[in-house]
Nanobody, 116 residues
Framework: QVHLVESGGGLVQAGGSLRLSCVASGHTFSALPMGWFRQTPGNEREFVAAVTWNGKSTLYADSVKGRFSISRDNAKNMVYLQMNSLKPEDTAVYYC?????????WGQGTQVTVST
């Protein structure tokens, strides 16, 4: 059974940095792209970043491009999201995502709050 657990969220001042981590279990993830999404109350979950199976190619939402960086460590079944120059509008619950055989799997999320 696929299981994703995020960590690393917290409260940070605008301009600060956080590093989110996601550990995956229950499947062979090294052959799959993985991603990060975020959601605020009353809004749909939105794409933030994705990384290919080998970590060599990445994709970012325009809103985070140049500030966030996604990476992975297949040996540890981990995916990371380094978030720099954080803005109050980055405040959200951040979710790790993987699609396995057509099914989307999500972790429980980790709260990121950016204060002014």
């Amino acid at each position: 059974q696929v299981h994703l657990v995020e960590s690393g969220g917290g409260l940070v001042q605008a301009g600060g940095s956080l590093r989110l981590s996601c550990v995956a279990s229950g499947h062979t993830f090294s052959a799959l792209p993985m991603g990060w999404f975020r959601q605020t109350p009353g809004n749909e979950r939105e794409f933030v970043a994705a990384v290919t199976w080998n970590g060599k190619s990445t994709l970012y939402a325009d809103s985070v491009k140049g500030r966030f960086s996604i990476s992975r460590d297949n040996a540890k079944n981990m995916v990371y999201l380094q978030m720099n120059s954080l803005k109050p509008e980055d405040t959200a619950v951040y979710y790790c995502n993987v699609n396995v055989s057509g099914w989307d799997y999500w972790g429980q999320g980790t709260q990121v709050t950016v204060s002014t």
